[in-house]
Structures are given as C-alpha cells and as structure tokens.
C-alpha cells in the first residue's frame, strides 16, 4: 500500500511559478513511476506528466517547456515545477503511483492517488 500527499498548490499570478510536492509512504518508492494529473471543474482528469524510477520523464504536450517533473527516492518525494502558469492551468493537482518502470498516460493505469492540490492561475 502507497499513501500520498500533495501538497505546495495556491494561488498565483499567470507568468508566475509554483512547485508541487508528493510525499509517498510504502517501500519501495524507487520502484514506481510516478505521475501527475489535474482536473479543472467540469473537465475530465487529464494526464500532466510522469516520471520513471530513472527519472526519464513524458509531459503532455500542453505542458512541455513549461512544467518539470523531478523526484528525490531518498526523501519519497517528488516534485511538479510549474513555470510560466496560464489560466487554463487552473486545477486541482494529482499526485499518482503506478507498479512499474513504464511511463503510463492513462488514469486507469495508475493504482494509487493522492488527495489533490488546488492551482489557481489569475490572469
């Protein structure tokens, strides 16, 4: 069992920056890819970016050049950086696991979830 926490969301300016944290509990951390999603209100959960335990990453591509994924296995911690935040950006954050080396951009494909973070982008 993975548990996770999300946390680092707020409110911020567009053009500006925020970086997210997802602490995960359960060993082995370095075995899972890790994902991020985010769902804005009436709109589907899509898929933000993911991170294998090589830290090879895959971005959507609305957010490629703009948002990093990273992670630290030695903390069980890994991190969204958002820069150059847009409006649409508005949403609440995911934190995700899945058993696994590969990279997965689908909702289902990830076993285990944190309880979000709001991102809220004003223009």
């Known amino acids: 069992q993975v548990q996770l926490v999300e946390s680092g969301g707020g409110l911020v300016q567009a053009g500006g920056s925020l970086r997210l944290s997802c602490a995960a509990s359960?060993?082995?951390?370095?075995?899972?890819?890790m994902g991020w999603f985010r769902q804005a209100p009436g709109k589907e959960r899509e898929f933000v970016g993911a991170?294998?335990?090589?830290?090879?990453?895959n971005y959507a591509d609305s957010v490629t050049g703009r948002f990093t994924i990273s992670r630290d296995n030695a903390k069980n911690t890994v991190y969204l950086q958002m820069n150059s935040l847009k409006p649409e950006d508005t949403a609440v954050y995911y934190c995700?696991?899945?058993?696994?080396?590969?990279?997965?951009?689908?909702?289902?494909?990830?076993?285990?979830w944190g309880q979000g973070t709001q991102v809220t982008v004003s223009s």
């Open positions: 995700a696991a899945k058993r696994g080396p590969t990279i997965a951009t689908m909702r289902y494909q990830y076993d285990y």
């Open positions: 991170i294998r335990w090589s830290s090879v990453t």
């Open positions: 359960g060993r082995p951390f370095s075995s899972y890819t």
